[in-house]
């Protein structure tokens, strides 16, 4: 079975909550599923002011810890329409896998969160996907088989591009049933894409 890493970045947790959601998805298959994080580039000071949750019991990735998946789901905030800087950041560091080709070929997905439901989750998720396909990896979404996002009877994130969630903007609103199914839906197609490829 395939090795599939979930890699979030989540200020108040609901990206957090999310990512769960997603490797539960990936585990239903069968595949080794980790959940890491990137480091958080904001001063403690600043981040405890902000009451960013400072208690989240994933472990801190590296940049070399990806080559060792077959793939990477990653998810992070909204900021202005594209994604939080400290995802972006890690990213960054990518530039050596990138030269070597290392992870041409591994499957890739995004999943976002923004505090209303105009807030940027596309325009987001495309910002993380197109760095996915700098670095070579073939692109899973969410798509419509997922009939959660098909219906207007309750508020909803969701997008063909990635699961989503709404929190708010005060981050009073936890992702919903229907949000968590589809990170959960996602998380399942990923890997049993990946299982395909390389289980």
Do not use: C
Not at 64 to 88: F, K
Not at 90 to 107: E, H, I, M, S, Y
């Amino acid at each position: 079975m395939s090795k599939v890493l979930v890699l979030y970045y989540s200020s108040y947790g609901h990206i957090e909550t999310l990512a769960e959601a997603v490797a539960e998805g990936a585990r239903k298959t069968g595949a080794h599923v980790d959940i890491l994080r990137v480091p958080e580039t904001v001063p403690q000071d600043v981040a405890e002011k902000a009451h960013f949750k400072l208690d989240q019991k994933a472990q801190i990735a590296t940049v070399n810890d990806l080559e060792q998946y077959d793939a990477i789901i990653i998810g992070v905030g909204t900021r202005y329409g594209r994604m939080a800087s400290q995802m972006s950041a890690f990213l960054d560091q990518t530039g050596p896998l990138w030269a070597r080709g290392a992870l041409n070929g591994k499957v890739g997905a995004a999943f976002t969160s923004t505090a209303t439901q105009h807030g940027g989750q596309e325009t987001t998720l495309i910002s993380m996907i197109t760095n996915l396909l700098h670095l070579g990896f073939v692109i899973v979404g969410l798509p419509y088989s997922f009939q959660g996002q098909m219906g207007v009877a309750e508020v909803t994130g969701g997008s063909p591009y990635g699961a989503t969630t709404i929190a708010n903007s005060d981050g009073t609103r936890q992702p919903s049933a229907n949000e968590l199914a589809g990170a959960r839906f996602q998380g399942e197609l990923v890997a049993n894409t990946a299982n395909r490829l390389f289980g």
